[in-house]
């Protein structure tokens, strides 16, 4: 069942997203694998933040390092320069008195400072054992390395009475300096790591609950797409996703609103079109039907008054009548197609079901080359006025388009009630034939675009695919009216269809 439409013509908001689903899912779908989460995206931000500034930090933190130790170290170098000169005069004014015994024990643990004794003779002098505490641990080797401050070594001879009794090492070792910055990194970079984690774990949790929130107003627009106006979003704690929430109950709000009043005056406009279909129906049926039969009346008279009428004449009159006879009877049958398909007499007077297995028996006497079947499930005898209508409507231009423009050979129509999202219940009316099917690019006719106005002035969805199978596939989903719904027999709940095919009548 395909249609081809008049030029120009717009295609309908429901049809129009049925034909671009399948791009508009891939497009999602591959958009949302490059796509990130808020909370990644701030998390990752402030580990960012954090590691620059880790950086920069260790950076400064080197650099005042390095130069503090220098600094430390050369200054300590000076002064125990100069303590260890006067140990030297001292022992060169004492005679007898040896370097290594008159060398004070202070001065051998001197912060960033190493002294040793030589002998005269360049070995180096054992100093004795004085008890002090083994030096702290140090600094890693990486960690020296990094703060890269060079050892400085200097020389103090000590001469008594012009000879040379020892020497003295004095070297700058910046170990204590860069242990003591290590541990004052190290524990600047603990308390900096448990302060981030905790923030983190904040923000993982505050972003977490935003998510959660946000979430409300997506499963809220989710519904709103599938025009459920009531929905409503709680508002979060946090005051600007509040005015938000606010905001969307009001939105919700007024789109339910006009929907409502947009469903009425839709309710409205169809109630209006079949009342100016029933009085039309009326006027052709009352005006035109005593005309016919009086101008057939009459040419049945004529036919019989040309019977007396002189030879020659006779036979040229009863022709002529006879022609006239069957001119009058042609029109009479298409006055009463016009008839039943400006307003059937049968809707809302014999149940619904009949009503459509009366439309596909009419189907099938004027195609019998084709084949017609008809699956009604449950289904009330009837609904309102403008319901009944409106299916019997979308199954009779259905059934045309698919034989007027998809040269379908089989057409399958299915009609019953089924449950709903949200609750209710609603009819489903399935269309579908083994034709051409629909064009890639569908144009809609106006005996479609009809159709899926009636649909939507019901609330209801009108769409038109490509069939599993081949073909084209007619949808159309109408919610039914608050206590129209039809009563639950043993036979509806068991889910039994009555089925009208070729010598299968309803």
Known sequence: ?????????????????????????????????RRVSLRTRVLGAVLAINLVAAVVAGAVVVVNARVAAGREMVASIE????????????????????????????????????????????????????????????????FARLIGVSQVTRRIDVVADGMLIGRVRIEGVPDDEVAEVWDDVFDFASVALAVNFAILTALFVALGQVRRDLSRFRDGLDELEHNEFACRVEPPRTRELAEVAERFNTFA???????????????????????????????????????????KASADSLARLAATAPAENAERMVARARSLIEIVERMQVANRRLLTRIRPAALGHVPLKDVLSSLVGDFRQHDPDRRFALE?????????????????????????????HGNARSVRITVGEEGRRGGGALLRLVVADDGEGPPALPKVSHGLSGMTERVRA?????????????????????????GHAA????????GGRVRSGPGHPV
């Open 79 to 142: 002064m125990a320069e100069n303590m260890v000169r006067e140990v030297a005069e001292r022992v060169a004014t004492e005679p007898g008195t040896s370097l290594a015994a008159a060398f004070p024990p202070h001065l051998r643990h001197l912060r960033h400072v190493r002294i040793s004794l030589e002998g005269p003779d360049g070995r180096p002098a054992v100093l004795p054992a004085d008890g002090a505490p083994a030096p702290s641990d140090a600094a890693p080797s990486w």
């Open 458 to 482: 019901l609330g209801g969805t009108c769409r038109l695919e490509r069939g599993a199978q081949g073909g084209a596939r007619l949808l159309v989903e109408l919610p039914i009216p608050l």
């Open 253 to 295: 709000e007024t789109l339910g609103a006009a929907r409502e009043e947009n469903a009425h005056l839709y309710a409205r406009l169809v109630s209006l079109q079949e009342d100016e279909r029933r009085q039309i129906a009326g006027d052709l049926h009352d005006e035109l039907g005593p005309l016919m039969f009086g101008l």
């Open 376 to 404: 009604a499930g449950v289904l009330a005898d009837h609904y309102e006025p403008s319901f009944d209508a409106t299916v019997y409507r979308c199954a009779q231009e259905g059934i045309t388009n698919a034989l007027k």
């Open 487 to 494: 009563p639950v027999s043993p036979a509806s709940a068991g």
């Open 1 to 33: 069942m395909s249609v081809h439409p008049a030029p120009g013509t717009a295609l309908p908001q429901g049809i129009a997203r049925a034909g671009q689903t399948g791009a508009s899912e891939a497009e999602a779908a591959q958009a949302g694998s």
